[in-house]
Structures are given as C-alpha cells and as structure tokens.
C-alpha cells in the first residue's frame, strides 16, 4: 500500500472505531437502564418483551464490541505495514522499527541521523 492509501484506510477504520466507541457506549446506557426492570418486575407476562429487548441490547453490544476488535487488530496491521511509508529526503521505504517508535516521522534513520547529526554541530558554537 501506499503511503496515502495507508493512510485512506486508517483514517475510515479511526472514523469507524469512534462510531462503534459511541454506539458501544450508548448500548451500555440502554442496557444499564433496562436492566433493573427485567430483574425487578420479572415473572410478569408482559416483562417477556422487556426481556427479549435487553437480550437484544446485549447481542448487539457483543457485536459491536467484536467489530472494535478487528478494526483495532486492523489499525495496529496497518501500524506495522509501515516500510511503505518513504523517507522525504532520500525516498527509501523507512524501516518499521523506526515507526514503530516515532509513527509519523517523515524521514528513514540514515537522514534522521545525518540531518540530527548537522543540526547538533550547528549547535555547537
Ligand atoms: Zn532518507
């Protein structure tokens, strides 16, 4: 991949993990708020609905929850596929370890180190 399409795919899986972040949340609420019913007023006839609603909830819950995983497990792939991702001085893919340690650095190790290298003695006086 690319680095920009890299970048296409995380920012819709990102998009998409806060959707589910937000809906996770929202089922929680509705559960929590369902909850005390089914276990108070139980036994009744007409709780049978109520029962079936909080079952739902909960399913819905899980799937959501499942989904945030693989897009989680995704967006660390994606994190690693970084060799695609070109040094702006030199062009050559910078090395994975090096993302892994500073994601979203624009240069490889050899022109970090000679750039950070320059500017140091520039420092000097
Ligand atoms: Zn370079």
Same mark, same amino acid.
């Given at each position: 991949m690319t680095a920009q399409l890299v970048k296409q795919v995380k920012d819709t899986l990102t998009e998409k993990r806060a959707m589910l972040i937000a809906e996770i949340a929202d089922l929680a609420t509705s559960i929590? !708020?369902?909850c005390p019913d089914v276990i108070s007023v139980g036994g009744f006839a007409d709780q049978a609905s109520q029962v079936e609603i909080h079952e739902? =909830?909960?399913?819905?819950?899980?799937?959501? !929850?499942e989904e945030l995983i693989r897009i989680e497990a995704r967006l660390s792939e994606i994190a690693s596929e970084v060799d695609e991702i070109h040094c702006v001085v030199c062009g050559k893919p910078i090395e994975p370890d090096r993302l892994g340690i500073l994601p979203?650095?624009? =240069?490889d190790s050899a022109c970090a180190h000679r750039l950070g290298a320059n500017n140091h003695n520039h420092n000097h006086r």
């Open positions: 929590d !708020e369902c739902y =909830l909960i399913n819905r819950k899980r799937v959501s !929850e979203g650095t624009p =240069l």
